[in-house]
């Protein structure tokens, strides 16, 4: 995980007391960070770029800028001295990203100590400023066609600060936008901008900026920056196929940000900016709202002096407007009972109440045995069911004050036999010389189905998320194939040949009439070849051999090669495995699979088609097969 760095003199300032080095790291261990002490932190900034490094103790001073590309054997010419500070290292929890920086720390210690409890409420009002947004900016295709903003005002900094302000754009960007893929982040000194901003596309080879840590350079156009700087070479990935690139400007002509990539120098926040707007970019409504949620409170909980005020921008869209931050607060019930059985300690209903307080949550107690109604704040990305919020009691209440007691009684765990078979499995196509690869269970259409060829009206039935939270994440897998296939993709860089497998399960409704809402769970393995030379026979050789080591006799079970056609095979290069219903249905992990005229679907075989492998970018032949290993029974 990231490590990161908070100011001990920033922390005692916003906690309002003052709290030892040793106390501090037993409340963030006790909170739930991971402390991984406090040191002495140097900083540097570049001659050359503006650019500041923080470096720890046992860190060396690099000889090159990345920014600028100036490098010397000697240290001082590329770096200067700004000062040194103590730090108490936290490695970064990516569920709890409003914890990335001093203010939001200070907000949670300060309940947790019992300083200031309940829902810390911003009400942020309307700032006058708004944001247009180009109608074509809002078409899927340029990839980030959401924006939202915010104003904080009166929220005076220094050098320090400013570091704090980049440290939580870049943790952020890290646990909660992707690396900048479901979201980015901009601010800037909202004094130097003039309004109404505007969201839209600009020309990649006409347009001209100055992007941040450019230097003294002259302004260049949006692709050469791309591939030139730094920043720009690292998320050139995310505008790949573009033919305009999404940007803010404001109404004279100044250049905010060219989203996701880079900031722009001239309406740069610098250590005498009082007064700010931060925006959020991208393709994920949740994610772009949390996000803007977290940085907004967080950066009004950075001033000591409770003066920083959050106000609202209007963004017009072509077919509606809102303002934002919303700061959209959400309700759960907690029953009091259920948190004392979870946790297996004796809370009354006050004392539940008071631990949620702690939390900075609102409880509203309605009396008698109904649940206690909890109002969770907006920055909270990690609450999701009343568990999380039990869990919130538990650490309120301390780990640490839970008596230690054995379990009235003891049992001995053992694996499934479907668990068996699955390591088997992997053990049989290791030996065979495939590596293991592991993938999420949820994938999408536009992967699963039309990249391997199979058109809409031909979709099979298939478990699909009613509210998804990315839209990579729509269905639940049917196959392993596209997650094979997603590895290769992915490693076209790497040499050939490749070898590669995963054991896991699969949701699928073959077999299950049209009346039957629950479809089959099973547990399959699945193996792709790609190489210069590979195909049918290659993979026939390595099926053979995985049904033998899973101890799958074809003359004992009757287990033959069917000629198939499939959509996404090479035709006369596909076969599917067949065996005989009664013999294999003996055996416990088979017995329910479908039955089709005395026999049982247990796999496939085949060639990829080279529309498949042009899909997935693959230049070179690939071969799948898939063996199931049985279905798994949860009665």
């Known amino acids: 995980m990231p490590v990161i ?38 900083r540097l900034r570049s001659r050359h770029s503006d650019y500041v490094i923080e ?25 200067e001295e700004v000062g040194s500070e103590r730090q108490v290292l936290l490695e970064l929890l990516p569920v709890r990203p409003d914890l990335f920086d001093a203010g939001g720390l200070a907000r949670a210690l300060r309940g947790y100590l019992g300083l200031e409890t309940g829902l810390r409420n911003y009400e942020p009002k309307p700032s006058g400023w708004r944001c247009e947004v180009d109608p074509r900016i809002t078409d899927p295709g340029y990839g980030r066609p959401l924006v939202q903003m915010a104003v904080i005002r009166n929220l005076k900094i220094d050098d320090n600060m400013l570091r704090s302000i980049m440290k939580l754009q870049e943790g952020l960007h890290w646990a909660l936008c992707r690396d900048r893929k479901f979201a980015s982040i901009g601010a800037y000194d ?37 591939e030139e700087h730094k920043k720009g070479m690292e998320y050139a990935r995310l505008l790949e196929g573009l033919d305009a690139y999404p940007a803010l400007l404001d109404s004279a002509g100044n250049v905010l940000s060219l989203p996701p990539v880079i900031n722009a120098e001239q309406t740069k926040v610098t250590a005498g900016t009082v007064n700010f707007l931060v925006d959020v970019t991208g393709p994920n409504e949740p994610i772009v ?56 300690i004796e809370l009354t209903r006050e004392d539940c109440a008071r631990l949620l307080g702690n939390m900075r949550h609102e409880v509203q107690d309605p009396g008698g045995d109904a649940p206690l109604s909890v109002t ?41 036999p479907l668990v068996e078979r699955g390591r088997l499995a992997a053990e049989a196509l290791c030996g065979l010389g495939f590596s293991e690869t592991l993938s999420l269970v949820l994938t999408n259409e536009r992967w699963h189905f039309e990249r391997m060829r199979i058109t809409e009206e031909h979709w099979p039935r298939r478990v699909e998320i009613d509210n998804p939270a990315h839209v990579d994440q729509t269905m639940m897998r049917t196959n392993l194939h596209s997650s094979l296939l997603e590895q290769f993709s ?43 030379r590979t195909g049918y026979a290659e993979g026939r050789s390595v099926l053979d051999a995985l049904l033998h080591e899973m ?27 067949w065996a005989d219903a009664e013999l294999l249905g003996e055996r416990a992990e088979y017995c329910d699979l479908p039955v089709l005229e005395g026999s049982m679907l247990i796999g496939r075989l085949f060639e990829l088609h080279p529309e498949v492998l042009e899909n997935w970018k693959l230049g070179n032949p690939v071969v799948l097969l898939e063996l199931v290993l049985g279905q798994h029974n949860w009665d």
């Open 5 to 42: 760095g908070i100011s001990v003199k920033r922390l005692h300032e916003l906690l309002r007391s003052d709290v030892s080095e040793d106390r501090v790291e037993q409340l963030l261990d006790w909170l739930g960070c991971d402390v991984d002490g406090v040191a002495e932190v140097r």
């Open 55 to 79: 470096l720890k103790p046992q860190e060396t001073i690099p000889l090159t800028d990345p920014h600028s590309g100036f490098s010397s054997e000697d240290w001082q010419k590329v770096w």
């Open 190 to 226: 909202l004094d130097r901008l003039t309004g109404p901003i505007h969201y839209t596309l600009v020309d990649p080879d006409s347009f001209r900026f100055t992007p941040l840590f450019w230097g003294h350079r002259e302004p260049v156009s949006p692709r050469t920056m791309l």
């Open 289 to 344: 709202t949390r996000a803007l949620s977290i940085l907004a409170s967080s950066m009004v909980e950075m001033d000591p002096t409770g003066q920083a005020t959050l106000e609202t921008v209007e963004i017009v869209y072509p077919d509606r407007t809102l303002a934002t931050p919303a700061m959209a607060t959400e309700r759960f019930s907690v029953r009091p009972e259920q948190t004392a059985r979870l946790l297996g």
């Open 376 to 416: 969770v704040p907006a920055y909270r990305n990690d609450i999701l069911h009343e568990v999380d919020l039990i869990e919130d009691i538990a650490i309120a209440y301390g780990y640490h004050n839970i008596t230690h007691r054995l379990v009235p009684s003891f049992t001995v765990g053992s694996s499934l």
């Open 490 to 532: 992915r490693n076209t860089d790497h040499p050939l040949p490749q070898r590669i497998f995963e054991v896991g399960d699969i949701v699928s409704y073959y077999g299950v009439p049209d009346d039957q809402a629950h479809p089959r769970e099973l547990r399959v393995a699945a193996a792709a070849i790609c190489a210069v």
């Open 551 to 577: 101890g799958l006799d074809p003359q004992k079970f009757g287990i033959n090669y069917s000629e198939s056609d499939y959509p996404a095979a090479l035709p006369g290069r596909c076969a599917e495995l």
